[in-house]
């Protein structure tokens, strides 16, 4: 998952950015979620140092134990950092891919799912 946001600057302050978006999970922690996660490669603090946090969560649970209708919840909280008060909108992107073994055919479920259904016989 990557989270990345424009921020309003304070030069007067130490740490500059006024806004600190920050990934955090649904439930209470990463492993209370559907596909019990768990950080790899990055420590909570060095994550959220800049205006990008990246994060790589891995399971040992299969994807197969995703039932149908379950959902992952990422929460993206906004807390002022280097100011008294925090009103402007802050634009952010957030990306999240998931990868699995290739013997798990989620990639043919999901295509089918967004693939268009186009009516049999429909006149134009």
Same mark, same amino acid.
């Given at each position: 998952? !990557?989270?990345?946001? +424009?921020?309003? #600057?304070?030069?007067?302050?130490?740490?500059?950015?006024?806004? /600190?978006?920050?990934? !955090?999970?649904?439930? $209470?922690?990463?492993?209370?979620?559907?596909? /019990?996660?768990?950080? %790899?490669?990055?420590?909570?603090?060095? =994550?959220?140092?800049?205006?990008?946090?990246?994060? =790589?969560?891995?399971?040992?649970? $299969? #994807?197969?134990? +995703? @039932?149908?209708?379950?959902?992952? /919840?990422?929460? =993206? %909280?906004?807390?002022?950092?280097? !100011?008294?008060?925090?009103?402007?909108?802050?634009?952010?992107?957030?990306? %999240? !891919?998931?990868? =699995? /073994?290739?013997?798990?055919?989620?990639? @043919?479920?999901?295509?089918?799912?967004?693939?268009? @259904? %186009?009516?049999?016989?429909?006149?134009?």
């Amino acid at each position: 998952m !990557t989270l990345a946001w +424009f921020t309003p #600057i304070n030069p007067g302050h130490r740490n500059l950015r006024e806004a /600190k978006l920050e990934l !955090t999970p649904g439930a $209470s922690n990463w492993t209370n979620m559907p596909l /019990k996660l768990d950080r %790899v490669d990055g420590d909570h603090n060095q =994550v959220q140092r800049g205006t990008v946090q990246h994060e =790589v969560l891995e399971g040992n649970k $299969s #994807i197969s134990a +995703f @039932q149908d209708g379950d959902v992952i /919840k990422i929460r =993206v %909280v906004c807390k002022k950092d280097a !100011t008294a008060r925090l009103d402007d909108i802050i634009p952010y992107g957030l990306a %999240v !891919t998931l990868e =699995v /073994k290739e013997d798990i055919p989620i990639y @043919q479920e999901i295509q089918t799912r967004i693939r268009p @259904q %186009v009516p049999i016989g429909a006149n134009s």
